[in-house]
């Protein structure tokens, strides 16, 4: 039937939607320049769900993401600000190795770090290039008193997304040195708002994104249950599932956009309630919103799609078990393929760090 | 005003309404502000207003401008036009050096118009601005109206509290954020920045007016429900009696004139779901009567929640009044099954996994009539495993 047709999901299209998105973006695009890497992360995370990253030339694509890296100056005066850059709009000249170059203005962005770290899993590499020490050092640079983030050492706003992406490298590095678990369990726990959906700091609307960040970080931290009641944590599967309208939107009373499919959706799915949403309606409104013609995903029906969009609505498909499309892990947000290739990282580092004890 | 792209720079969990897909113009041509080149005489003619490149300024002829390098084989490349690379290569060659000048205070004006996410732009302009002690009082003037055309992007928000703390005076804030609201009256930013000066600068008092007014124009804004909230918890708190009397009679007004309002009841169950929302005295009444005529998904949950409590606070004293506590459950069990089948049916498997959970948990020895769970673990599933198709 024609209704059929309308919401069958053109996987060709968004692979070819994504390699797009990797070659070269028309002037327009020129606000996503300092963050190009989050882009490339959308693009790559976008082929392994679609189990289509065998089209990609890793080794280029390793290398050019090694190039973010901002590293240890031969003094090691910048210890504070190494991490990856979201793009090289500073002007260092191209580079993978070290030692890192001086510049007044040159330092990482900690959703650059986040993002850099999960192309590269993604990619297949074994992070041997990442100076694990100058980015956890990087990252404690960033924590404030209260126990948010910073984006960048320079200082930027500071607030939960950012506790996300620390915790994210915490985890990927297998090394929770970058981080005060608890004071970031503090700030998490003042953004709990009294509709049991977290906002961005405390204080601050409830909202499906930020949600997210909250309960991601403390399931990364291996915390969930200790920092929230099970009386909270009902409170909080409430408010989640109330998200949904066909599709989920991200505030009470805000129009649906497929992006909350997963920042909600993957929410439920740590708190062991994403089986109770309805999948057929989730499904539907996803569908809507793919582009036909050029593929990808857009936030609302009949509207341009999105490298962002174009990913997560992905990833909410995957969630409720779209044939074809690999499972993403919930919290890291990579497919649970990559996943498993940090899994067997971190047990040689584990083994190799042991048999250097054992031979002292 | 042509607009490029409305991204923030945090991408992966940024307030994701604010995000690339707003409308997308290509910026025109004649937008730049141009410098007349210090022509002989036989220019006198040049168009004072025709472009011209920083690479052909005889005053910038000092500075080797330093190009973008993204290796051999970039990724996710930009094909910016000569125009923005010229601005951005001597960008670029300031920041190289960190010159501290005028004319570099100058050019972040033109790299800003070009690219307002530039969050290294912003960041090198106030440094500019303390080393050249520039006029606050401008800046305040240039960051409103750049707000005013991108209301969504993070660094310009970052840089007007850095502007306002600088300058130590919030007093323009609150009609400003009351301009951008009425342009958008949910805008987080917004939002989120009028809570920090109020905070920071103790204006509480003409707020509740203010949340007032804007729930009258729009009862569903969920954004000013919030505002309320963190007016009322951080001046007169709810512990009140008044206070707390004065808001549930707030909220069942609204909820008459706007039944299908998850805000107001969310407003409501927040306030009392750690005072006993089964005990507060007459609104259990209240709300059955609403059932009647202003029902709807929230009104249910929270009569649910409701019961729920009085199961919960029973349950705890010292003389467990059984016969109640099965009425209690009853109830709950019934209006589980109402938004199940009827009222709220896009959840349906969550009310029946509430339902088998509360059973479960306060059913005793009464022998289900149905295939439950006995599991009191209320994450065990028992429905089963939804198909696509």
């Known amino acids: 039937s024609a209704d059929a047709e309308q919401i069958d999901f053109l996987r060709d299209r968004h692979v070819r939607f994504f390699q797009r998105t990797l070659q070269v973006l028309p002037e327009r695009y020129a606000s996503l320049e300092t963050t190009r890497l989050t882009i490339i992360f959308f693009a790559l995370s976008g082929l392994d769900v679609l189990d289509a990253l065998d089209m990609i030339d890793r080794n280029m694509m390793i290398e050019w993401i090694y190039s973010l890296q901002v590293l240890p100056t031969e003094d090691q005066s910048n210890l504070s600000r190494c991490g990856f850059r979201g793009s090289s709009h500073i002007g260092i000249p191209y580079t993978t190795k070290g030692p890192g170059v001086l510049h007044p203005y040159d330092s990482g962005h900690v959703a650059m770090t986040y993002t850099g770290l999960c192309s590269l899993l993604i990619l297949g590499d074994d992070l041997s290039r990442v100076n694990k020490q100058a980015c956890l050092a990087g990252l404690r640079a960033l924590q404030l008193e209260d126990g948010s983030f910073y984006a960048v050492p320079e200082g930027s706003e500071n607030d939960i997304r950012f506790i996300y992406c620390a915790a994210s490298i915490c985890y990927m590095l297998d090394d929770w040195s970058g981080m005060d678990i608890q004071k970031a369990i503090d700030y998490i726990r003042g953004s709990l708002s009294y509709d049991n959906g977290f906002g961005q700091g405390a204080g601050r609307e409830s909202h499906g994104g930020w949600t997210y960040c909250a309960i991601a970080s403390l399931c990364l931290m291996g915390r969930l249950e200790e920092a929230l009641s099970q009386r909270e944590l009902d409170r909080i599967r409430r408010w989640c599932i109330m998200r949904q309208q066909s599709g989920f939107h991200g505030r009470p009373n805000k129009p649906v956009d497929t992006c909350y499919s997963f920042w909600v959706g993957a929410t439920l799915e740590l708190l062991d309630v994403f089986q109770y949403t309805n999948f057929d309606r989730n499904r539907s409104f996803i569908l809507s919103t793919q582009d036909r013609l050029v593929g990808g995903f857009a936030k609302w029906p009949d509207s341009h799609p999105d490298p962002l969009h174009a990913y997560l609505g992905l990833c909410g498909l995957s969630l409720i078990g779209e044939p074809s499309l690999r499972k993403v892990h919930p919290a890291l947000n990579i497919t649970q393929r990559a996943f498993q290739h940090l899994q067997q990282l971190q047990q040689t580092w584990r083994d190799s760090s042991g048999s250097c004890l054992r031979q002292h | ?389």
């Open chain 2, 1 to 389: 005003m042509a607009q490029a792209i409305k991204l923030t720079n945090d991408l992966t969990m940024s307030g994701v309404e604010e995000t690339l897909n707003e409308t997308v113009e290509v910026k025109e041509d004649n937008e730049f502000d141009g410098e007349v080149e210090d022509h002989p005489v036989d220019d006198y003619m040049a168009d004072p207003t025709r472009y011209v490149f920083y690479r052909d300024r005889k005053d910038w002829a000092d500075l080797e401008p330093v190009p973008q390098d993204d290796g051999p084989s970039p990724v996710v490349k930009i094909a910016y036009s000569e125009k923005f690379s010229d601005v951005y290569d001597y960008f670029r060659a300031l920041l190289k050096n960190d010159e501290r000048s005028e004319r570099a205070f100058a050019l972040t004006a033109d790299a800003i118009e070009l690219n307002a996410a530039n969050y290294t732009v912003w960041h090198y302009r106030r440094v500019l601005l303390q080393a050249l002690a520039k006029d606050l009082r401008e800046e305040m003037r240039y960051i409103t109206a750049i707000i005013e055309e991108q209301p969504k992007n993070y660094q310009v928000w970052h840089h007007r509290r850095m502007v306002v703390e600088w300058l130590n005076d919030p007093s323009e804030e609150l009609e400003f954020i009351a301009d951008i609201l009425s342009q958008d009256a949910k805008n987080y930013h917004a939002w989120q920045h009028r809570q920090w000066v109020i905070q920071e600068y103790k204006l509480w008092e003409s707020e509740l007016e203010f949340v007032e007014n804007l729930l009258e124009e729009d009862v569903r804004n969920n954004s000013a429900w919030n505002q309320r909230h963190f007016v009322i918890s951080h001046t007169t708190g709810f512990s009140d009696a008044g206070v707390l009397d004065r808001e549930i009679q707030y909220c069942l007004n609204q909820i008459r004139k706007a039944p299908h309002n998850e805000s107001a009841w969310n407003y409501l169950k927040g306030m009392l779901q750690d005072r006993g929302l089964s005990t507060q005295p007459g609104l259990l009444e209240k709300v059955l009567e609403l059932k009647e005529t202003h029902c709807s998904p929230y009104l249910l949950a929270f009569l649910f929640d409701c019961y729920e409590d009085s199961l919960e606070s029973s349950s705890q004293k010292e003389n467990i009044d059984e016969e109640e506590q099965k009425i209690s459950l009853k109830k709950a069990l019934e209006i589980c099954e109402l938004l199940a089948q009827d009222k709220d049916t896009i959840r349906k498997e969550y009310w029946l996994f509430l339902g088998r959970s509360l059973k479960a948990k306060y059913g005793g020895g009464d022998g289900g009539t149905d295939a439950l769970s006995e599991d009191p673990e209320a994450s065990v599933p028992t429905s089963e495993p939804q198909e696509l198709n």
